[in-house]
């Protein structure tokens, strides 16, 4: 006789995370979900506590974190507040995990250096974070072929036809400090003269399949409410828009990425391998 389990799906399973941080709390936000997505249908309730520095702050956390039982994940740094929320977890019966400890104490050994008790001393407002939000406001000044006198300021330009997702590396790189600026290539229409004017700025030509080009571009139209046909999801149309422009990538000898199977995390990072390691000649990342 057949298990009647076992054709029907697993319900996922939910349960409680608390997050309790000294800082803002998105590393261990961020770690907290990169973990629980190892997990087939396991569902975390995040509950977040940031900027947790007094045991005033603490006791409230604490007494949110017994009313729902669950996983406590932590980075508080101060000594007398890590041993407060260990020991409150203890009493309720429940884990209780240093997210940093690991990495902080392998680093330690290996560099023979002690760590800094400054509460969120990896957000300070350096250097690097002022070039993260000049390099932002770059990237929304020069989005789809804005500020186009300006181009010789990037570090990047991103050319492609509609939809190959120019706009969200260019954003995605700029969080790394990496001013992008995006140039869109449209049928019918040149692109400005001072892209091929550029002497510093890497211009990295972005490329898709057209089957999923179209399959993109029809979204995009569902989600405006658009049922017309038009040239825009043509498949001669669109095959011909991207053979145009990969010429135009050959014709400059600018380096290539096809887009088609990548994240925008896994095109940005090939931009920066590029950044890092050159870029005299054509090369198609696939």
């Not at 039982?69 to 890590?82: A, E, N, S, W, Y």
């Not at 999923?212 to 498949?235: A, G, H, M, P, T």
């Not at 990969?246 to 995390?265: A, F, K, M, Q």
């Amino acid at each position: 006789m057949a298990n009647p389990s076992a054709s029907s799906p697993r319900l996922a399973t939910y349960f409680h995370v608390h997050l309790v941080s000294d800082s803002t709390g998105e590393t261990l936000n961020a770690m907290a979900r990169a973990v629980c997505a190892r997990f087939d249908n396991v569902l975390p309730i995040e509950h977040i506590y940031a900027l947790v520095r007094s045991q005033r702050q603490l006791d409230r956390a604490l007494g949110d974190i017994e009313e729902a039982p669950g996983v406590v994940i932590h980075t508080i740094v101060d000594d007398k507040l890590r041993h407060a929320l260990e020991e409150g977890c203890r009493r309720m019966d429940m884990p209780c995990i240093p997210a940093l400890d690991p990495l902080v104490g392998a680093l330690s050994h290996y560099l023979g250096a002690s760590t800094t008790t400054r509460v969120g001393a990896h957000l300070r407002l350096d250097n690097d974070y002022f070039n993260r939000m000049d390099a932002l406001n770059y990237a929304i000044g020069h989005d789809d072929g804005q500020g186009g006198q300006d181009l010789d300021r990037a570090d990047v330009v991103l050319v492609g036809v509609s939809r190959t997702s120019k706009t969200p590396t260019c954003i995605y790189l700029a969080h790394r400090g990496v001013r992008a600026a995006n140039v869109p290539l449209v049928p019918g229409r040149s692109p400005p003269e001072r892209l091929f004017q550029l002497n510093s700025a890497l211009v990295v030509g972005l490329t898709v399949s057209p089957d999923r080009l179209i399959q993109i571009r029809r979204n995009r139209l569902l989600s405006l409410k658009e049922e017309r046909e038009s040239s825009y999801i043509d498949v001669d149309a669109v095959r011909d828009e991207i053979v145009q422009a990969r010429r135009l990538y050959e014709r400059h000898g600018w380096p290539v990425i096809d887009v088609t199977r990548r994240s925008v995390e896994e095109t940005a990072a090939a931009i920066l391998n590029l950044l890092h390691g050159g870029h005299g000649q054509v090369e198609v990342l696939g």
